[in-house]
């Protein structure tokens, strides 16, 4: 990823070497925007009334100011978990939270590495952003079959799989996170 900071500009004026044209960028706070611009409707919308929204919201803050404390993948569990408390079968508001969540995680991954003073090419980002829309597709069709299933029959079984889904995937994060690489 090409993100362009100070010391770039400052070891070009040292050397006597003008800075490189980096074309059109954008300060690299805005990912943290994007990603209380996501978060925040997505938390008043898809949490649960009471204690949920307000947690979520929270959550988000912390995210955007710290994303080295990794707050997001947490947000994104308890939103997860939130709507598995809602009453009811799987609903339309879920293919939008499957997506949200998902450029939530891609979002968190971007705030992790870019700086909130640097600068920042759009263009790098292209990539990623084809892998989501290349994953989110089938992703979706998915969800929506399971959609038609669960108004077929009451399906109560989705949610334990689905549940059992999320204790995997937050586990396998957490292994993931807690385990840092040997140099």
């Known amino acids: ?81 939130s709507t598995l408390l809602e009453p009811g079968t799987l609903t339309v508001r879920l293919l939008a939270l499957i997506a949200a969540v998902h450029v939530l995680h891609v979002l968190a991954a971007w705030m992790l590495v870019v700086p909130a003073g640097a600068r920042l090419q759009p263009a790098v980002l292209l990539p990623s952003l084809r892998r989501l829309l290349v994953i989110q597709a089938p992703v979706q069709a998915a969800a929506i079959a399971l959609l038609l299933v669960a108004r077929a029959s009451a399906a109560p079984w989705l949610a334990v799989v689905s549940g059992a889904a999320i204790v995997g995937l937050v586990a396998l994060l957490a292994a993931l996170l807690l385990t840092r690489p040997r140099a």
Request: hydrophobic share 60%; charged share 10%.
């Open 1 to 81: 990823m090409s993100v362009a900071g100070g010391l770039e500009s400052e070891a070009g004026a040292a050397s006597g070497r003008p800075a490189p044209e980096l074309g059109r960028t954008v300060p690299g706070w805005s990912l943290r925007v994007a990603f209380a611009v996501v978060a925040v409707p997505l938390a008043v919308t898809t949490a649960p009334s009471g204690v949920w929204p307000a947690l979520a919201v929270l959550l988000t803050a912390v995210a955007a100011a710290v994303p080295r404390w990794r707050v997001a993948w947490v947000l994104i569990a308890v939103l997860a978990f």
